[in-house]
């Protein structure tokens, strides 16, 4: 069974620095791997997405992330945070041919001046 | 722009009231999902749907039903509410993997 770990549950960082959230996966086989953001009271919305193919991966709003193999990783980054970056962060991990994902539990992000 | 609709943003029910949640979408999506969203718990999949009138359990199904009659819509069915079923409620219809999500129900059981 498919598996998604996001170890920060909370990450606090000051406007303009760098940004690493990290997400580990499990499964056996090549997986999909997506990153969503979720804004206060509202749904979730598609940050970048893996599917094959270059492992570097650019998405909306400034943000990347890098599939890792070796270390079953799809860590998001952001090289300069804005204050509207403060959100709760999603990973999650789905199979080729299936459509349903596994979320990991989220990691909030706070933005402090 | 690809829209999911969730008919209610709040709701507030008694125990033991059946309760239906709504959700359509316009991107002629074959696949739906009803998840559930409690803080530390992430999104747990509750039921989902690949065509109409399919559908397979997820991971905490118990309690809950679905309808899916039309390819628009899918239904969440809490047969006899309970105060363990308070929660934020999403839907999500997909395409090759990516999800448009919609904007929740948070639903309070009283």
């Known amino acids: 069974a498919q598996s998604v770990t996001q170890p920060d549950i909370h990450i606090t960082v000051s406007e303009g620095a760098s940004l690493e959230l990290r997400c580990n996966y499990s499964?056996?086989?090549?997986?999909?791997l997506f990153w969503y953001v979720q804004s206060p009271g509202q749904g979730l919305q598609l940050l970048l997405k893996?599917?094959?193919?270059?492992?570097l991966v650019q998405g909306i709003k400034g943000f990347e992330a890098e599939f890792k193999r070796s270390q079953s990783s799809f860590n998001l980054r952001k090289p300069s945070v804005h204050w509207s970056d403060a959100a709760e962060y999603f990973c999650a991990v789905g199979a080729h041919g299936n459509e349903k994902l596994t979320f990991g539990t989220g990691t909030r992000l706070t933005i402090i001046p | 722009d690809v829209k999911v609709t969730q008919s209610s943003r709040y709701l507030v029910k008694r125990t033991g009231e059946k309760v239906f949640l709504e959700c359509v979408q316009d991107m002629d999506h074959e696949n739906m999902f009803w998840y559930r969203q409690d803080p530390g718990l992430g999104l747990r999949l509750i039921y989902f749907?690949?065509?109409?009138?399919?559908?397979e359990k997820g991971d905490i199904p118990e309690g809950y039903s679905v309808s899916r009659e039309k390819k628009e819509r899918f239904s969440l069915i809490l047969e006899s509410a309970s105060t363990n079923q308070t929660s934020m409620y999403l839907c999500?219809?997909?395409?090759?993997?990516?999800?448009?999500f919609g904007s929740g129900t948070r639903l309070t059981v009283v």
């Open positions: 749907s690949y065509d109409v009138k399919m559908k």
């Open positions: 893996y599917f094959s193919g270059d492992t």
């Open positions: 999500a219809s997909s395409l090759n993997g990516g999800y448009t």
């Open positions: 499964y056996g086989a090549t997986p999909y």
